[in-house]
């Protein structure tokens, strides 16, 4: 079986700091991993993937995350906040034998403050 | 990217009646999946419905209390059977495409009374 687990349920920060909203998964066979985002009274929208190829992946809005086998884990970060950030963010992952079904960690709310 | 819709965008229940749920895309697709997200909490698959097949349920879902219907490539729906208040939650439908990449509709967010 497989699990998402997201260290944070609520992450404060300032506009213009950095932020890392952790991410740690469990699972037997190989998966692939997401990150999805949920802006205020807004539907899921994927804010970035990893699939395979570079570790490194960067979302169009300044977030990067880091896919690290050793340690299991799959860390969303970005250098400097905007109030815009404001939302729940969810990692998720599909086991690749699964046909593409998720397995959501329970979600961190990034506030990000003037 | 993929356009999905919902109907009804929110609905207010008496418990042991039943809601059925819609959900359309705009383009065909082989799989599509309902999510349950509880007050609070993150999301939960229920099924995975394929078209010409019977949906399969994850534990925990069985389809006497969740039957799913999948008549062609761009449309499911979902009905929750004889709810409770336990019942009130937000249902996403969401669907596959290249690269695993999966769109979701804006959910239904269902109160049972």
């Known amino acids: 079986a497989q699990s998402v687990t997201q260290l944070d349920s609520q992450v404060p920060v300032f506009e213009e700091a950095p932020v890392e909203l952790r991410c740690n998964y469990s699972?037997?066979?190989?998966?692939?991993l997401f990150w999805y985002v949920q802006y205020p009274n807004q539907g899921l929208q994927l804010l970035l993937k990893?699939?395979?190829?570079?570790?490194l992946v960067k979302s169009i809005n300044g977030f990067e995350a880091e896919f690290n086998k050793s340690q299991t884990s799959f860390h969303l970060r970005k250098p400097s906040v905007h109030i815009s950030d404001t939302a729940e963010y969810f990692c998720?992952?599909?086991?690749?034998?699964?046909?593409?079904?998720?397995?959501f960690g329970q979600g961190t709310e990034l506030s990000v403050k003037p | 990217s993929a356009v999905i819709s919902q109907k009804p965008s929110r609905d207010i229940c008496q418990r042991g009646t039943s809601l059925t749920i819609q959900c359309q895309v705009d383009?065909?697709?082989?799989?599509m999946f309902w999510y349950r997200q509880q007050p609070g909490q993150s999301l939960t698959l229920i099924a995975t419905?394929?078209?010409?097949?019977?949906?399969?349920?994850e534990s925990g879902f069985v389809i006497d209390k969740f039957p799913i219907s999948r008549p062609n490539l761009t449309f499911s729906t979902l009905t929750v059977s004889n709810m409770s208040p336990e019942d009130s939650s937000i249902y996403l439908c969401?669907?596959?495409?290249?690269?695993?990449?999966?769109?979701f509709g804006p959910g239904t967010r269902l109160t049972v009374l």
């Open positions: 998720a992952v599909t086991p690749n034998n699964q046909g593409g079904k998720l397995i």
């Open positions: 699972s037997s066979v190989s998966v692939y």
């Open positions: 990893y699939l395979s190829g570079s570790t």
């Open positions: 383009s065909q697709v082989t799989m």
């Open positions: 419905a394929n078209q010409g097949s019977e949906a399969t349920y």
């Open positions: 969401s669907s596959c495409y290249r690269e695993l990449e999966q769109f």
